[in-house]
């Protein structure tokens, strides 16, 4: 029968060095918390239940992570990961596995830790990792035959053992009951008088349990002490992110310069340019191209559309073969149909724009629905706020709108109606005519300007 597998979560580190209020594992990577990402790989790896050991700012993390199949387990004075993990031991069956993560370790990829677990049905089974740079890092060691026999810490290491490249990744897993025996005998007789969870490694030698390595990437193992390391994993989270989406055949310009905050669906020959944030989800049809610097919440474009560079878009569906921006800003609610056109300095919300009209200059669409071939001139304003309540602006097919008008809702524009430039609308304007409002231009005679007294 298969084992029930205990995943501890370690997260009850201070991270001083942030130098933040926020606890450490609640620092965002991607659009989540690291503890955030930590949780999926656990969940991936079908764990019976999920204990996380938490500390400081423990409330602010409870709150955020409640969950049915996370048990907390507190750890007061931080006295070492051996201690930290024993927090969790009173939860967990003898019978099961007991796999170690850590809450500001949060690329670990369920593939590797899955060696790890599958290896610790009856070994203690470490993941390690080849690293240029071991410095700061618990060194491997080896005899002979190449049988680990024992992790040193860079404190309580000699000027050789510094030296050795392959490293502890802290990520351990072993059968529940033996780890119970080990934690009780570790001590912290140590450079940082602290209970290494390392020290097992040198217990199950002695008990003779088999200890087998898995090796991870260095890119899966970084974790998180300080804002400098915090930015180095977001990086390597969008460059796998990046990698996995031109796999699938989307066209980055530069995957350096991309940034996932969510889930994105691209279908065929989409071209992202450069520094365009995606957040909450976002799809593409086929053929649809992105512009520099622009920010996408929650969109959904279809085939064959254009988004020039710097515009941004929040809950806006756009329809085939649309243009928008460059410099457009589309609030939720917006919605285009195909061919239609938003330029730029153009703000839309809630506004339904139909087939192949334009609004292409300067001018703000709210609560609006506008039919198809409709032009809505430079400088339009739907003037929706009475300063109480919102109201709607309807303009019918084949309307033309003339520029600078402001249309002071509730208003209707009848179908074909023409609006002279300069007017402002407070009645619905007739199918078919030109409705102005416009005071009557005059000019007078003799006028001259004044001129500066002379002393
Ligand atoms: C640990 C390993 C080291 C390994 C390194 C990988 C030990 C003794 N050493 O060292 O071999 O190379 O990780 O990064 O395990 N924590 C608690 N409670 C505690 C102490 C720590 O929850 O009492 C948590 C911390 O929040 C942190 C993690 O455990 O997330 C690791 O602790 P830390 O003290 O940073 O261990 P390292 O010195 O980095
Ligand atoms: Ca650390």
Redesign the pocket.
């Known amino acids: 029968m298969k084992k029930p597998l205990h995943i501890v979560v ?6 001083t060095r942030m130098r933040s209020n926020l606890p ?2 609640l620092h965002v990577v991607g659009q989540k918390p690291m503890l955030g990402h930590v949780l999926d790989t656990a969940r991936a790896l079908n764990a019976d239940t999920i204990h996380i ?3 400081h700012g423990g409330e602010a993390v409870r709150t955020q992570f409640a969950a049915a199949d996370v048990k907390w387990a507190h ?1 007061a ?8 993990v024993q927090q969790a031991m009173p939860g967990i069956p003898d019978d099961a596995t007991v796999l170690v993560l ?4 949060p690329l670990i990829q369920p593939g590797t830790l899955q060696g790890a677990v599958d290896a610790a049905d009856k070994s203690l089974a470490l993941v390690t990792a080849q690293v240029v740079d071991p410095s ?4 491997i060691l080896r005899d002979k035959k190449s049988s680990v026999k024992g ?1 040193v ?2 404190n309580d290491a000699s000027p050789a053992q510094k030296k050795i490249r392959e ?4 990520f351990v897993a072993a059968p529940a009951k033996r780890m119970r025996t080990w934690l009780s005998k570790v001590k912290n007789n140590n450079a ?1 008088k ?6 097992i490694v040198a217990l199950a030698v002695r008990d003779k349990v088999k200890i087998v390595t898995v090796s991870a990437a260095e890119s899966e ?1 970084l ?1 998180v ?1 300080d804002r400098r390391q915090l930015a180095q994993v977001e990086r390597l989270l969008q460059r796998r992110q990046a990698d996995k989406l031109m796999r699938d055949g989307l066209a980055l310009r530069d995957p350096e310069r991309f940034d996932l905050r969510g889930e994105l669906s691209a279908g065929r020959d989409c071209r992202l340019d450069v520094n365009i944030v995606l957040e909450g989800r976002v799809v593409l049809g086929d053929n649809v191209s992105i512009g520099a610097g622009c920010y996408l919440k929650d969109c959904e474009i279809l085939d064959g559309s254009e988004i020039l560079p710097n515009s941004v878009l929040e809950g806006a569906r756009i329809g085939r073969g649309c243009h928008v921006g460059p410099f457009a800003r589309l609030r939720p609610g917006t919605v285009l149909s195909d061919r239609a056109r938003v330029g730029n300095f153009v703000e839309t919300k809630q506004a339904v724009i139909g087939e192949a009209s334009k609004v292409n200059h300067l001018s703000y669409v709210g609560d609006a629905e506008i039919g198809r071939d409709v032009n809505v001139g430079a400088g339009t304003i739907t003037c929706n706020y009475d300063g109480a309540n919102k109201h709607k602006t309807v303009i019918e097919d084949g309307a033309f709108i003339g520029s600078d008008s402001a249309l002071v809702a509730p208003i209707r524009i009848g179908a074909g109606a023409t609006i002279g430039a300069g007017s402002t609308i407070n009645k619905d304007a007739p199918p078919g005519k030109l409705t102005l409002s416009r005071a009557k231009q005059f000019t007078l005679d003799g006028w001259k300007r004044p001129a500066k007294k002379s002393k």
């Not at 004075?77 to 930290?84: I, K, N, V």
């Not at 490293?167 to 802290?170: F, K, M």
């Open positions: 370690l997260a009850a580190g201070q991270g450490k594992v050991v938490q500390g750890q004075q931080q006295l070492g990961t051996a201690h930290a850590y809450g500001d370790v700061g890092y618990g060194r992790i810490e860079e490293i502890n990744t802290g940082k602290e209970y290494y969870l390392t020290d193992i974790g002490n």
